[in-house]
């Protein structure tokens, strides 16, 4: 090989062995395995109270925080010593990029299931389409509706309005996403206050709307009836923003470590991968919640 | 190379042979063409199909095979160059997308005449349950379960019992009647999980499904005896859970449902005297091992061990605290919801409860002692 | 640069190379295969003949399941994860895959998903009964115990497909050699990349689905309850939605392995290059569209059966298109048939076979007849077995060399060929005539009229098994002591990893790209 092309060529930098990877899988398998059989004895669905599910699944949990540490410590501590080219960056990117199509496609399922129900469940069982006779043998009583506030089953609940948290919640994203982006310009010229400053306010923002929904969640189970077995007003309901809240929860994660990182002045203008994988998982789990927000609240 | 050229040849004998005794052999090899008119569509639809693949197939393995032959390398040392054609490639698409279109006419035609379940003649209701069909009719108010004939207890079902029976696993005590030439619409649901009521010979298969009614019919020209089965996966008995239907001249048929309403009177009231009557334990334990063995065995098991997911009875707590025999008669008459306990009091006589409840309580070391009188579930009833 | 690596356990537990993670996957996933193929002998063996022979009702439900989760799942698509490894980087002219750690998580995620899955078997009420399809309401609220195990296990499975896939595709966006540009890649890394596009778009569905089906189960959710104003019918369509394009997933991969073997053998360049490329893409996106082609007899509306029917039928299309040039690739080619050819073919006539029975299947009103028949069971072993199986032998006797540095016995390659060719069509043509016969699938017994065809069946079926293990026998004995390889071993063969690596590849390769022509 001729010395030109050599010096032409970025390496690609290849990492040594690396224990973290089969920490993880460990991890994955005492979280999945303690997972389970922390289900069973909290719901008591098989009698097996006696089970220790929630310690191992602590003990999964653990190794994966640990994990998940040791393994990012490991990429910052090589990107920041310059091992990483501009190739492997794109390869980061890339490959955040394919990470939340598949995240946008774990949203697609409760919506396709959320439409399914909705557009065409919920008139069948009214009745309408072919299905008279499912209608006239199977449940008389039933008035389709949605909200479905009465099931076919007669359980009843109540609808969650739009525009009251809902509505706040919806504010405080867009906030959020704005401040962010601020955030990032900053980065990009290389201004190190105003990036810090927003960061740490899209964090914040994050912050209360998780508490907003907590309180919502709160005011759903206790005064209105609205649960996860209110029928499939509240399974969607609740499947769907629970999901949102989970991401906004590691959204918001992402978002204090990058504070930290920034305050460490680990970001330049031209090398900040993680940075924007965490802005563009923000933009994201906004972008979802628009949908939600239309979808579950408003329609 | 000798061998070689063997080889291939015998495959394409063994490959072709396959594809043609799908076709050309016995009527059992293929699709039973089936009674009614719908039925005798769909197999003449198929065997369209058959050849139109099996054309297909020929011609493409034609020269694949030939190409294996002429093109190898010790007869075509020098291989060709070319490596695209737009022309034939061009053709290759076009070609397929004419014979689908071509297949697509006479299937659409027959599908939509196949799901138009409009204007029947009667109605049935067709409900599925782990493991037998229940068969309601609407307009003459008769309504029976129909279990496959054989108990489905695990020492039933051995190869002598096959080759001893025509009907293997394809009889049940009360068959599906219907009249000939009347359009009867099926009404599909189920109680539990999905399953699905099949009978190739009328050519209908339809999903019945828990808390929806599908609808699909047929008319059947002659009369005769036709069987299919359960076809989709339902749980342990799955493959036990056979679908008989028996059609009748019209006026066999009128018969049939005069009879079938004046044996229901008559159980009506040998259920409430058998009811009225106190029984001694003896007999109690007589029905009641007879019920057991048919109706609950083969959950709980012969033994009264359970299997799996569905619980043992010898031993149950249910089953011997005197405290807990209300929750017992609960159990058995209304079933539990969401499990595959079913209620049943629509299935059993007063008396017959009443004799399995007390069989349970009493044997398999089960000693209690206690006797359920008929009356007891009358009154348990009759208090709900 | 020295090609060291490391030694002992750690070197398999540590890696980051992906020709260790490549053989790692490709010796799961043939554990996976014999344990999966040891369920179809029980199977077999109970259906020998009729009447309860050896195994309860609900054990031969629960192998029945074990059976198709692990073939999917644990045999054919880390098989497939397996060769990708091994062969896109050197292929595309990388030196690795891009994201080497997380390929070492994605494969050992697996042996833990699947140990829980096979935990399943041991505990209370039994491992999961319910078929691979798994369908609400019977594995949701009739489900056993360990069917949250299993939830759990396809979890993780998914996450490892879904990391594997993300690796895959950026390796290949990204890592090419100067000058190799997309339209210059092999077939096989074109049909990774399409594969592993699917894999992105419908894991997350799966994942989805289980999920409802965990909150159904535990946390009063009504997905899939009518009494909820949920609709069983509701997770049939997830399901498929995911499972329509993950037989794709199973088999794009294969038809690279056939694109790339088959010109070899032929001394002929592949032909219709670009037409084969669009013909993949097209069959990926049909198969978004197509899904309730499973569903037809579930009382759908008739605009949605005749609208699925039709989508289907329109794939066979593209794959014609594809058995169409690798026809014209033979043509006036130059062809020797070693073991790696001889497998190819059959798996072009083989598959056919099954495309043709899917095409039957696709067409609603006689699907009526044949659903939820054997006849089903033996379309999708045909497109399976002589499908995904025999491409990934396929592959494996072609690059084993590249591999190992070692050449197989050429007989017994033969013999393990013309034996399994015999015994895959003896096992499952006869299941076109039991399905037509009126043979439901998932049936532990079943009437006289169906004997014949089950025995010969259970014959081939036995056979066949022997054959795999044959096939082990031939790979350990190749490695161990096989002749050395030259380093171009099929004098037909192209590509960077023929022309410009030796057998076997060394450790570590094209740490600088590679000159592409
Ligand atoms: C690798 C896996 C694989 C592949 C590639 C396919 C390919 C196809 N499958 Fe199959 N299928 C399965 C795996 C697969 N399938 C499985 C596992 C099931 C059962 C799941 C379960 O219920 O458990 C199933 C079930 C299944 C059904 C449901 C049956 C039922 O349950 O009632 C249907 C119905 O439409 C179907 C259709 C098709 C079609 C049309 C194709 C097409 O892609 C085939 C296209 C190929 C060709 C047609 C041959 C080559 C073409 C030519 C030579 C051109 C000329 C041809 C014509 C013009 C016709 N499949
Ligand atoms: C890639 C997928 C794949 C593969 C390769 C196979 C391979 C085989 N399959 Fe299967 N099969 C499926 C996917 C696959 N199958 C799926 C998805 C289903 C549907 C499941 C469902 O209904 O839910 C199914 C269902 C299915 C049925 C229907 C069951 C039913 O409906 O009740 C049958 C019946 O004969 C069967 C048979 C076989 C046989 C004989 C093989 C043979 O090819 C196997 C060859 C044998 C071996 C490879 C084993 C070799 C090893 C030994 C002999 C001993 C080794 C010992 C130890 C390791 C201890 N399969
Ligand atoms: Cu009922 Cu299968
Ligand atoms: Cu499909």
Known sequence: ?299 | MAIRRKLFAGLAVFLSGLLSSAVYAAADLNMRPGVTETSVEAFELHMIVVWVMTGIAAVVFGVMFYSIFAHRKSKNPTPATFSHSTTVEVIWTAIPVLILIALTVPAVKLLIKMEDASNPDMSVVVTGSQWKWHYKYMEQDIEFFSNLKTPQVRENFKLEDAQNNENYLLEVDNELVLPANTKVRFLLTADDVIHSWWVPELAVKKDAIPGFINETWTSVPTPGIYRGQCTELCGEWHGFMPVVVRVLPQAEFDQWVVKKQEEKVAAEKAAAEAAARSWDMDKLMALGKEVYDAKCALCHQVNGEGAGTFPALKGSEMAIKADRMKDHIEIVVHGKAGTAMQAFSGQLTDAELAAVITYERNAWGNNTGEIVQPAEIQAFKAGN | MADHHPTGIKRWLFTTNHKDIGSMYLWFSFIMFLIGGAMAMVIRAELYQPGLQFVDPNFFNQMTTMHGLIMVFGAVMPSMVGLANWLIPMQIGAPDMALPRMNNWSFWILPFAFTLLLLSLFMEGGAPNFGWTFYAPLSTTYGPPSTDFFILGVHMMGISSIMGAINVIVTVFNMRAPGMTLMKMPLFVWTWVITAFLLIMVMPVLAGVVTMMLTDRHFGTSFFDAAGGGDPVLFQHIFWFFGHPEVYIMILPAFGVASEIIPAFARKKLFGYASMVYATASIALLSFIVWAHHMFTVGMPVAGELFFMIATMLIAVPTGVKVFNWVATMWKGSMTFETPMLFAIAFVILFTIGGFSGVMLAMAPVDFQYHDTYFVVAHFHYVLFPGAIFGTTAAVYYWLPKWTGKMYNEKMGKIHFWWSMIAVNLTFFPMHFSGLAGMPRRIPDYNMMFAEFNQLASIGAFALGLSQLFFLYIVIQTIRSGKKSEDKPWDGATGLEWEQLPCPAPYHTFDTPPKVK
């Open chain 1, 1 to 299: 090989m001729s010395t030109e092309t050599e010096e032409k060529y970025e390496r690609y930098y290849v990492p040594e062995q690396s224990h973290w990877p089969i920490v993880g899988a460990i991890g994955l398998f005492l979280l999945a395995f303690g997972g389970g059989n922390f289900i069973q004895q909290t719901t008591g669905k098989y009698g097996n109270e006696g089970s220790m599910g929630w310690i191992i699944f602590a003990i999964g949990f653990a190794i994966m925080v640990y994990m998940m540490f040791g393994w990012w410590k490991d990429t910052v501590r090589e990107s920041m010593s310059g091992l990483y080219s501009s190739q492997m960056d794109r390869s980061f990117r890339q490959g955040m990029m394919w990470f939340i199509s598949s995240e946008v496609m774990f949203f697609a399922a409760f919506f396709g299931g959320l439409f399914y129900a909705r557009v065409l469940v919920m008139p069948w069982l009214g009745g309408e389409g072919n299905n008279a006779m499912t209608h006239a043998l199977l449940w008389p009583e039933f008035i389709p509706a949605w909200p479905m506030t009465e099931t076919p089953g007669g359980t009843t609940t109540t609808a969650m309005g739009a525009f009251g948290l809902p509505a706040i919640n919806t504010a405080i994203l867009l906030t959020s996403s704005w401040t962010l982006t601020i955030a990032h310009h900053a980065l990009i010229q290389g201004n190190r206050n105003t990036l810090l400053n927003y960061t740490v306010i899209t964090a914040l923002l994050g912050v209360i709307f998780l508490c907003l929904q907590v309180y919502e969640y709160y005011e759903a189970y206790e005064h209105m009836g609205l649960t996860l077995g209110s029928g499939i007003y509240g399974s969607t309901f609740f499947m769907l923003t629970g999901f949102h809240g989970l991401h906004v929860t590691v959204g918001t994660i992402f978002l204090i470590v990058m504070s930290i990182r920034v305050a460490k002045g680990h970001f330049k203008p031209e090398n900040h991968f993680a940075y924007e994988a965490g802005a563009w998982y923000w933009h994201f789990v906004d972008v979802v919640w628009l949908f939600l927000f239309i979808f579950v609240y408003i329609l």
